[in-house]
Each structure stands twice: as structure tokens, then as C-alpha cells.
T-cell receptor, first 114, second 112 residues
Framework: GDSVTQMEGPVTLSEEAFLTINCTYTATGYPSLFWYVQYPGEGLQLLLKATKADDKGSNKGFEATYRKETTSFHLEKGSVQVSDSAVYFC?????????????FGAGTRLFVKA | DAGITQSPRYKITETGRQVTLMCHQTWSHSYMFWYRQDLGHGLRLIYYSAAADITDKGEVPDGYVVSRSKTENFPLTLESATRSQTSVYFC???????????FGPGTRLTVL
């Protein structure tokens, strides 16, 4: 079935370090892919998305490229800040005549130290 | 205020009681969703709605009831709360079925 797998956390980095959070997926159709971020005490909010193969989503210095050949959508940032400390969720949405679904990964907690 | 709101933000109840969590959105989005968030499980879909008077089950619907008489509201009812329903509940909405979802701030529910 359809699924999303993220690297387990927590991930702890020093400020200005390079960030990668891995995400791979399985899907029967042609999914849209998303990264959401959840700051402490808040709901999830969209960070970036990509709707077809080879698309690159970007926002606030974060980037992710939709790689159909490796079924991946890894999140990267060149230089993290303390304010990036949050939980990051990879997600896919896929629809067909039988219905649609949005599936979230388990989330990866990021701690950034000053 | 524009956006998506949830109430109450915090709720403590006892086993067997009925509890209703409210969700309201001002964008006139067609789709609305209820998720629960638990450690080790991430987000799990409870119910969703494609439009007023149209609802469907998600991954974990047992013990929950939803209704959607108006586009902007999507209440979630626990008819007889159990301890396993202690969780953080998030409501979300989206314009299209596979579009970006916009989340409310969440309701932390504790069932004693």
C-alpha cells in the first residue's frame, strides 16, 4: 500500500550546520509530495511541496526535489538556525477514481543548538 | 478572524462521557479532516469530509462520529470516551482533495 518513511529522530545539529532529513515513499498513483513543519504547541503548516517528478519545492532556505526514480523527497537546508527547531513531516497525497488519501510520515524532530 | 480554529484547546474528561471537539474554517474550503497525533504514530486520519453532508472514514474511525451540516464547521464527537482516545486532535481543511492542508492549532484531550 501507499506509505511514507522518514528518518528517525531526533536530529541534533549546531547552528549553521547542513541539514538533510530523508523521506522515501511508495504510492500506486502519481502523488503530490509535501513537507510540513510543526513548531512547539502549534498545528502543522506547509513548508514546501512538489506535484510532479523533478519538481523542486523551496521555502525559507529549505529545498526538496521530487525524485521518482528513487521514490524520494529528501529535505535539505544549507545552514540551519535555532529557530528551525521543530518537527518535520513528509507527506504524500494521491487520488484516483477509488478515492484519495493523504499519508503522513511519523515526523522527525530537529534540535538546533546555538 | 480568518483561518481555521479549534475549540476547546484543552479538555479533560472522564471515561464514558461524551465529548465534542469543534472545528471552524473561514476559507470555504470543500475538504475538512480530523487527525489524531500520538507519539510513535505520527498523524492518523480519523474522518474526512468532501463537502457539506458528505463524510467518510479514515484510518482510525472507531469510537468517533462526525457531521458536517455547514461547509465551515466539522465537529468531532467521542460518544463514550476511552483512555485510548487521550491524544492531540488536529482539524485541517483544503481546497481540493490532494491540495495543501491548513491545520488548526489542535485540541489536547485527556481522558481519565
Amino acid at each position: 500500500g501507499d506509505s511514507v518513511t522518514q528518518m528517525e529522530g531526533p536530529v541534533t545539529l549546531s547552528e549553521e550546520a547542513f541539514l538533510t532529513i530523508n523521506c522515501t515513499y511508495t504510492a500506486t498513483g502519481y502523488p503530490s509530495l509535501f513537507w510540513y513543519v510543526q513548531y512547539p504547541g502549534e498545528g502543522l503548516q506547509l513548508l514546501l511541496k512538489a506535484t510532479k517528478a523533478d519538481d523542486k519545492g523551496s521555502n525559507k532556505g529549505f529545498e526538496a526535489t521530487y525524485r521518482k526514480e528513487t521514490t524520494s523527497f529528501h529535505l535539505e537546508k544549507g545552514s540551519v538556525q535555532v529557530s528551525d527547531s521543530a518537527v518535520y513531516f513528509c507527506a504524500l497525497s494521491v487520488g484516483n477514481t477509488g478515492g484519495f488519501k493523504t499519508i503522513f510520515g511519523a515526523g522527525t524532530r530537529l534540535f538546533v543548538k546555538a | 478572524d480568518a483561518g481555521i480554529t479549534q475549540s476547546p484547546r484543552y479538555k479533560i474528561t472522564e471515561t464514558g462521557r461524551q465529548v465534542t471537539l469543534m472545528c471552524h474554517q473561514t476559507w470555504s474550503h470543500s475538504y475538512m479532516f480530523w487527525y489524531r497525533q500520538d507519539l510513535g504514530h505520527g498523524l492518523r486520519l480519523i474522518y474526512y469530509s468532501a463537502a457539506a453532508d458528505i463524510t467518510d472514514k479514515g484510518e482510525v474511525p472507531d469510537g468517533y462520529v462526525v457531521s458536517r451540516s455547514k461547509t465551515e464547521n466539522f465537529p468531532l464527537t467521542l460518544e463514550s470516551a476511552t483512555r485510548s482516545q487521550t491524544s492531540v486532535y488536529f482539524c485541517a481543511s483544503s481546497e481540493g482533495r490532494a491540495d495543501t492542508q491548513y491545520f488548526g492549532p489542535g485540541t489536547r484531550l485527556t481522558v481519565l
